[in-house]
């Protein structure tokens, strides 16, 4: 069997099965992982690690939970943190680990990796038989009891046990698509028919009470499951996961988002825009457009992400937001895997360009360089610094998610519209094979050390299509060559397009201008971030008063209430910083020094990607002259 491409939102329904409208015909498609291979570059870095953290995982802890609730044996040690076997949430890291080797696999084709995916799903498989004898209705599948259920269903205190099904859930689907493993599917199948169960039973008010409990992708998953199927029970499941509370008002554009749970709400959209793809009902496409416009664009920080303590703020108060809690990763995860499908819709450049921007600043940013270990929060209070996960303790939402993140860089880097057009949004060096046309592409790039790409074809047989490369906001001045000549490049929504005839050997050279430039928050002008290109700049505090045992946390509220040095302070006018601002004589790549207006001396700054176990400023409060000269 041919693993079908992850989230390559394939229309895999029957006609007879097909609800009016109709699937949505998509303009562009992402290549299969498996197409796309990374190489050298600090994504293929990250990439590695996570592999080697996967690898190191013992599947039997993972499993013991499942076990000891099917009540199976295992001799297996618990796992700690968000898995330990008295956590409402146990089992999550299960779905996401599931979800992450398939990636991992398809991106790498380590049959290692598969292995560990199969043997999951046959062990999972073990325990959905075995549920009915501890009393479950068939088909159930969990890590905990029904009865969590139950008290959802009641309106009972406890900790989301649809959002961890949906994980569960959704790396079944995983692996299914990706490694090829029918058993995943039936499995996957028997939990839809237990969920048709319980939910048959709740009358419309009382279900839509239930999601007032968080649920995760419940719509999305289901939604996947019927373009596989073609039921209309599997599209029926979907919608009854619909949170009408929040899904209404986003469909008559109002921003009700002030005071929510910002991760609760952004699978709720991702399952609306899937099944817009589906069934083609316009409102669901009009909810997904307008909440990404209101969180990509109005609600997000510089580096991408998101949200302060977890929360939507309103935005005429964003100063007052600038905590050790900001940008939770799970949430810049989600915004990335929104877009991709708003860009399916209607490619454009702007839709890229948020999508670089949180790639870069946050999700190749969330993983340290020496443990591989993940983010929760990315902190932008000034002066503070990152904190991560432990290896077996943690297993935090962000872990799970992490896991995925390093796992499937190579998504989106290219798309492509039928045999017609080939899209380069990213540009990472990676190779392409285009199975389709014959075409192999091969991006050689030091970006973003150095403002330029350069794309090498080789084609089995000449081959006639449009080459659209992004042009980014940042870089108006994207110029593009063709074996050594200038080309004449139509631009057309953020992308410069050139169609001709291609021949083994074309070689395409892009310049990308990168120029300094500040972003300032939406409601104080006078706080402002700098960046360089797509790249968020930070200042580097170095190890100042950092906590001794380092920034590995079991909690991730642990280090979040050490005491933080002084910032350094800038003065003057947004208008008058770029003026003083330099490549640094002999540093690294996009290494920059602040000069005459800091206190109390000169900054320097780095790409914030590349700041870890370190206290660092994204954010600078620009204050007088002579405030600054009496700054601490």
């Given amino acids: 069997?041919?693993?079908?491409?992850?989230?390559?939102?394939?229309?895999?329904?029957?006609?007879?099965?097909?609800?009016?409208?109709?699937?949505?015909?998509?303009?562009?498609?992402?290549?299969?992982?498996?197409?796309?291979?990374?190489?050298?570059?600090?994504?293929?870095?990250?990439?590695?690690?996570?592999?080697?953290?996967?690898?190191?995982?013992?599947?039997?802890?993972?499993?013991?939970?499942?076990?000891?609730?099917?009540?199976?044996?295992?001799?297996?040690?618990?796992?700690?943190?968000?898995?330990?076997?008295?956590?409402?949430?146990?089992?999550?890291?299960?779905?996401?680990?599931?979800?992450?080797?398939?990636?991992?696999?398809?991106?790498?084709?380590?049959?290692?990796?598969?292995?560990?995916?199969?043997?999951?799903?046959?062990?999972?498989?073990?325990?959905?038989?075995?549920?009915?004898?501890?009393?479950?209705?068939?088909?159930?599948?969990?890590?905990?009891?029904?009865?969590?259920?139950?008290?959802?269903?009641?309106?009972?205190?406890v900790w989301a046990p649809y959002y961890t099904l949906h994980k569960i859930m959704a790396g079944l689907f995983d692996a299914n698509q990706l490694c090829g493993n029918a058993?995943?599917?039936?499995?996957?199948?028997?939990?839809?028919?237990?969920?048709?169960?319980?939910?048959?039973?709740?009358?419309?008010?009382?279900?839509?009470?239930?999601?007032?409990?968080?649920?995760?992708?419940?719509?999305?998953?289901?939604?996947?499951?019927?373009?596989?199927?073609?039921?209309?029970?599997?599209?029926?499941?979907?919608?009854?996961?619909?949170?009408?509370?929040?899904?209404?008002?986003?469909?008559?554009?109002?921003?009700?988002?002030?005071?929510?749970?910002?991760?609760?709400?952004?699978?709720?959209?991702?399952?609306?825009?899937?099944?817009?793809?589906?069934?083609?009902?316009?409102?669901l496409r009009d909810i997904a457009k307008f909440f990404w416009q209101r969180v990509a664009l109005a609600r997000s920080w510089v580096i991408g992400g998101n949200s302060d303590a977890e929360h939507f703020f309103p935005i005429a108060k964003t100063a007052q937001h600038l905590s050790p809690v900001t940008a939770e990763t799970c949430n810049t995860y989600n915004m990335l895997k929104?877009?991709?499908?708003?860009?399916?819709?209607?490619?454009?450049?702007?839709?890229?360009?948020?999508?670089?921007?949180?790639?870069?600043?946050?999700?190749?940013?969330?993983?340290?360089?020496?443990?591989?270990?993940?983010?929760?929060?990315?902190?932008?209070?000034?002066?503070?610094?990152?904190?991560?996960?432990?290896?077996?303790?943690?297993?935090?939402?962000?872990?799970?998610?992490?896991?995925?993140?390093?796992?499937?860089?190579?998504?989106?880097i290219y798309f492509h519209s039928g045999a017609d057009s080939l899209y380069v949004n990213l540009f990472i060096p990676s190779e392409l094979t285009w199975k389709e046309r014959g075409v192999t592409v091969r991006q050689e790039t030091k970006f973003p050390d150095e403002g330029a790409t350069m794309l090498t074809m080789n084609c089995a047989r000449p081959a006639l299509f449009a080459l659209k490369i992004r042009q980014p906001a940042w870089a108006p001045g994207a110029t593009i060559s063709v074996n050594g000549q200038a080309a004449a490049?139509?631009?057309?929504?953020?992308?410069?397009?050139?169609?001709?005839?291609?021949?083994?050997?074309?070689?395409?050279?892009?310049?990308?201008?990168?120029?300094?430039?500040?972003?300032?928050?939406?409601?104080?002008p006078n706080t402002v971030a700098v960046l360089y290109g797509p790249l968020v700049l930070a200042a580097k505090l170095v190890g100042e008063g950092l906590p001794p045992n380092g920034q590995e946390a079991k909690d991730q509220q642990d280090l979040n209430k050490v005491a933080d040095p002084a910032p350094p302070v800038l003065s003057g006018a947004p208008g008058d910083l770029l003026a003083h601002i330099a490549p640094a004589a002999g540093g690294a790549p996009n290494t920059f020094r602040i000069t005459q207006v800091a206190q109390p001396g000169d900054v320097t700054l780095v790409p914030f990607h590349r700041i870890h176990h370190e206290r660092y400023v994204v954010y600078w409060k620009l204050a007088a002259p002579q405030q600054a000269q009496n700054a601490p």
């Fill in 489 to 524: 490049a139509r631009e057309e929504n953020g992308y410069l397009t050139i169609n001709r005839i291609w021949r083994t050997g074309d070689r395409v050279s892009v310049t990308l201008p990168m120029h300094l430039h500040l972003e300032p928050l939406p409601d104080d």
């Fill in 1 to 157: 069997m041919r693993a079908l491409p992850f989230l390559a939102l394939i229309l895999f329904v029957t006609a007879a099965a097909r609800a009016e409208p109709g699937p949505v015909k998509l303009k562009a498609e992402p290549f299969p992982l498996t197409e796309v291979r990374l190489r050298a570059s600090p994504f293929q870095e990250n990439m590695l690690r996570d592999k080697a953290y996967l690898l190191s995982l013992d599947a039997d802890r993972l499993l013991h939970n499942f076990r000891v609730t099917a009540g199976l044996p295992s001799r297996a040690e618990p796992l700690g943190g968000w898995e330990k076997p008295n956590c409402e949430l146990r089992g999550h890291s299960v779905g996401h680990y599931l979800s992450a080797v398939s990636l991992m696999y398809a991106s790498t084709g380590d049959e290692a990796l598969k292995q560990r995916a199969d043997y999951l799903v046959a062990e999972l498989a073990k325990c959905q038989e075995a549920m009915p004898s501890k009393g479950y209705n068939k088909g159930f599948l969990s890590a905990y009891p029904e009865e969590f259920f139950d008290r959802v269903d009641a309106g009972k205190k």
């Fill in 338 to 412: 929104l877009t991709r499908h708003l860009f399916a819709w209607e490619p454009s450049g702007q839709a890229m360009d948020f999508y670089e921007r949180g790639l870069y600043n946050q999700i190749l940013a969330s993983q340290a360089p020496d443990s591989g270990m993940m983010t929760y929060f990315v902190s932008l209070k000034p002066a503070h610094f990152k904190v991560y996960s432990t290896p077996l303790d943690s297993f935090w939402c962000c872990v799970g998610t992490g896991m995925e993140n390093h796992a499937k860089y190579g998504d989106t």
């Fill in 183 to 283: 058993q995943a599917l039936a499995v996957l199948e028997k939990m839809a028919d237990w969920l048709k169960f319980r939910v048959d039973r709740l009358s419309h008010e009382q279900m839509q009470k239930a999601l007032n409990e968080e649920h995760g992708g419940m719509n999305e998953v289901l939604a996947n499951l019927y373009a596989l199927t073609g039921k209309p029970d599997h599209l029926k499941l979907a919608q009854a996961f619909n949170h009408e509370a929040v899904l209404d008002p986003l469909a008559q554009g109002v921003d009700k988002l002030d005071g929510l749970h910002a991760n609760t709400q952004i699978p709720k959209v991702i399952g609306a825009a899937r099944q817009y793809e589906l069934d083609g009902d316009t409102r």
